[in-house]
C-alpha cells in the first residue's frame, strides 16, 4: 500500500508531524521500535518531572513547620515514587495512542530502515511519497567512561532505579544533570558534581550559573568545577585535581548523541537533525515543516526545573559588547507572592538594545511561564515601551517582569 509520508520514529517530532499531516488529508504511516511518546515522554521530560515532584513535596514537608503545619517524621518510599512516575508515563502513552488512532494515522511498531526510497520494516516494503527521519538521541558515553549500567549510569538507567543509593558522583552539569542533582539532595542522598566547565551549567548566563552554585553549596552538594575523571578503578573516582570519591554510583550526564537518521529520506526532524536537543523544538520543526508555520530558532526557551525554576531565551551578557546593551536585575525577594509561597531564592534579569529586550534569564518559581511571556514579546518584536504599558496582575512572579523593564 501507498502513503503519503512515512514517519520512522513516535516522539515530539514524529508524533507532531502526524498530527498536522493528517489534519492536512495525508496518508500517514508512523514507525516506532520502542513506545510511541520517544524520549521526552518515556525516558526524559515527563518521568524525570514526576519524580522531581515527589522530591520537592518531600523536601517542602521538612521544613513544612516554618508554615505553621506539622509534619514529623515525614519519609519517602522510592519504590512508589517510581511506580506513579511510571503509571503518569503509561497513561500519557495510552492517550497519545489512542489520539493518533483516531487521528487515522497508521503505527508500525517495529524498526524500520530506507532502502532505494522504500521502507522496510519486519519483512514488509511500503511506498511512501515522502520520508521524515524523527529518530531521537541516546544518551552519550566516551572512553575512559562507557555506561555498563551498573556503577556507571545513564539517564535511562537512573529512572528505572527502584532505591535510592546512599551517594552518586554527577559528571555533567547541564539540565539533566542538575534536575537529578536536585532530586537526589531532596531525597538525602550524597551528591558530587563534576563539571569540565567553569560553572555548572556552562549553557546558561554566567549570574544564572554562580546562583545554581550558591544554591547547591547551602544544599551541601559537592561540586568540583573546571574538572574531570581521571581514572576509575574499583568504583573509586580521581579527578584532574586530585580529589577522590567513592560514589555508590555514576550518573553519566554529558549529553545525548543523535541517532543515525536514515540518510535517503528528504527530511530530518528532532534531535536526530543535530541541532537544539529540545522536544519543543522538535515539536516547532514538524510544524514548520508540515504546517509551514515557521517560528524563529534563536528564540526557543530553556528551562531547568526543581526549586527554583531556571529559564532563559536570547542572549546572555557574556555574549555582548560591553558598552552596547542595559540591564535590569530584580531580586525575586522583592516580590510579595515570593514570601507568601516560602520562595525567595533567585532574580529575573532582563538585557536590552535600542529599546528592546534581547535576552531574559530568570531563576524563580513560575520561571517557566515567566520566560515563555518574554519569549512571546520578543518574537513578535515589541518594544519595552510598549511593555510597559501592559497591566500586570499583583500579586505574582509576573509583575517581576513589570519591575524590571523600569529599570532598563
Known amino acids: 500500500m501507498k502513503y503519503d509520508l512515512g514517519i520512522i520514529g513516535g516522539g515530539p517530532a514524529g508524533y507532531t508531524a502526524a498530527f498536522q499531516a493528517r489534519q492536512k488529508g495525508l496518508s500517514v504511516l508512523l514507525f516506532e521500535k520502542d513506545k510511541v511518546g520517544g524520549v521526552c515522554l518515556n525516558r526524559g521530560c515527563i518521568p524525570t518531572k514526576a519524580i522531581l515532584h515527589s522530591a520537592e513535596l518531600f523536601e517542602e514537608l521538612k521544613c513544612a513547620s516554618d508554615l505553621g503545619i506539622s509534619a514529623e517524621n515525614v519519609s519517602v518510599d522510592y519504590t512508589k515514587v517510581i511506580e506513579r512516575k511510571n503509571s503518569i508515563v503509561e497513561k500519557l502513552r495510552k492517550s497519545l495512542e489512542l489520539s493518533l488512532k ?47 549500567h551498573e ?117 530530518t526532524l528532532g ?15 514538524a510544524i514548520a515543516e508540515t504546517a509551514g508555520i515557521e517560528f524563529v530558532e534563536t528564540l ?60 531574559a534569564h530568570i531563576v524563580a518559581k513560575e520561571a517557566s511561564a515567566l520566560i515563555q511571556q518574554i519569549t512571546i514579546a520578543m518574537q513578535n518584536n515589541m518594544t519595552i515601551d510598549d511593555l510597559k504599558k501592559v497591566c500586570f496582575a499583583h500579586p505574582t512572579y509576573s509583575e517581576g517582569i513589570f519591575e524590571s523593564l523600569f529599570r532598563l
Open 151 to 267: 556503577f556507571i549510569l545513564s539517564s535511562d538507567d537512573i529512572l528505572e532505579m527502584t532505591a535510592l543509593p546512599k551517594s552518586i558522583a554527577i559528571i555533567g552539569s547541564g539540565a539533566i544533570g542538575i534536575e537529578w542533582a536536585r532530586i537526589f539532595s531532596a531525597f538525602g542522598v550524597e551528591v558530587s558534581i563534576v563539571e569540565l566547565a567553569e560553572h555548572l551549567l556552562p549553557l546558561a548566563d554566567v549570574e544564572v550559573s554562580k546562583r545554581v552554585e550558591r544554591i547547591f553549596k547551602s544544599k551541601k552538594i559537592k561540586m568540583y568545577l573546571n574538572n574531570r575523571v581521571e581514572k576509575i578503578e574499583n568504583h573509586v573516582l580521581t579527578l584532574k585535581s586530585g580529589d577522590v570519591l567513592m560514589p555508590e554510583c555514576i550518573l553519566l550526564a554529558v549529553g545525548r548523541t543523535p541517532s543515525t537518521p536514515a540518510s535517503s529520506c528528504s527530511l
Open 300 to 359: 526557543v526557551p530553556s528551562v531547568v526545573y526543581g526549586c527554583p525554576e531556571i529559564a532563559w531565551v536570547g542572549k546572555r551578557e557574556q555574549d555582548l559588547d560591553e558598552g552596547t546593551y542595559t540591564k535590569s536585575n530584580l531580586l525575586i525577594s522583592a516580590l510579595g507572592k515570593s514570601h507568601c509561597d516560602n520562595c525567595t531564592e533567585g532574580f529575573i534579569k532582563i538585557l536590552s538594545q535600542n529599546g528592546k529586550i534581547v535576552g
Open 271 to 285: 534531535d536526530a537533525c543535530g541541532k537544539i536537543q529540545l522536544a519543543h523544538f522538535a515539536i516547532k520543526q
Open 102 to 148: 483516531n487521528a487515522g494515522v497508521t503505527v508500525v511498531n517495529a524498526e524500520a530502515s530506507i532502502d532505494n526510497g522504500k521502507i522496510i520494516a519486519d519483512g514488509e516494503t511500503y511506498i511512501c511519497e515522502q520520508i521524515i527521519a524523527a529518530t531521537g538521541s541516546v544518551p552519550r558515553d566516551f572512553e575512559g567512561l562507557r555506561f555498563d
